[in-house]
C-alpha cells in the first residue's frame, strides 16, 4: 500500500520532470486568493501540453493543437486524460516528445 508520503514524493519526482520538459507552472486562485489549482503549460512543435492539478485524486491533462485561442476551454483537443496525479501525468510523459506525426507533411502541402 503506497502512503500519503510516498506519492507526495512520486508526484513531486514527476512535477520535476514536467519542469525539465520545459513545462511552465502558475496558480489559479479563487476570488478569495485561495489556491484552486496549479497549472502547467508547454507549447511546442504543433501542438500545446496543460496538465491542472487540483487536487492528489483530481487531476487533467490535455494535448491540443497550436493554434488553440483559449488552452483553458479549448475546442479541439487531440488526447485527455484525467484520474490521479501520478497515473495522469504517467500517461502525458508517455505521449511522443515531438508533433503529431504526419502534420507537418501536411502543413507543408506533401
Do not use: F, K
Given at each position: 500500500?503506497?502512503?500519503?508520503?510516498?506519492?507526495?514524493?512520486?508526484?513531486?519526482?514527476?512535477?520535476?520532470?514536467?519542469?525539465?520538459r520545459g513545462f511552465q507552472f502558475m496558480q489559479s486562485?479563487?476570488?478569495r486568493g485561495e489556491l484552486r489549482a496549479l497549472v502547467g503549460v508547454r507549447g511546442h512543435d504543433n501542438v500545446i501540453d496543460v496538465v491542472r492539478?487540483?487536487?492528489?485524486?483530481?487531476?487533467?491533462?490535455?494535448?491540443?493543437?497550436?493554434?488553440?485561442?483559449?488552452?483553458f476551454?479549448?475546442?479541439?483537443?487531440?488526447?485527455?486524460?484525467?484520474?490521479?496525479?501520478?497515473?495522469?501525468?504517467?500517461r502525458l510523459l508517455e505521449l511522443p516528445d515531438d508533433h503529431t506525426p504526419g502534420s507537418l507533411l501536411v502543413a507543408a502541402g506533401l
Open positions: 500500500m503506497t502512503s500519503s508520503a510516498d506519492t507526495q514524493r512520486d508526484s513531486d519526482a514527476r512535477l520535476r520532470e514536467l519542469m525539465a486562485t479563487d476570488s492539478l487540483e487536487s492528489e485524486d483530481h487531476v487533467t491533462a490535455t494535448r491540443m493543437p497550436s493554434y488553440e485561442e483559449n488552452v476551454e479549448p475546442s479541439t483537443t487531440w488526447w485527455h486524460s484525467s484520474g490521479q496525479v501520478c497515473d495522469v501525468i504517467d
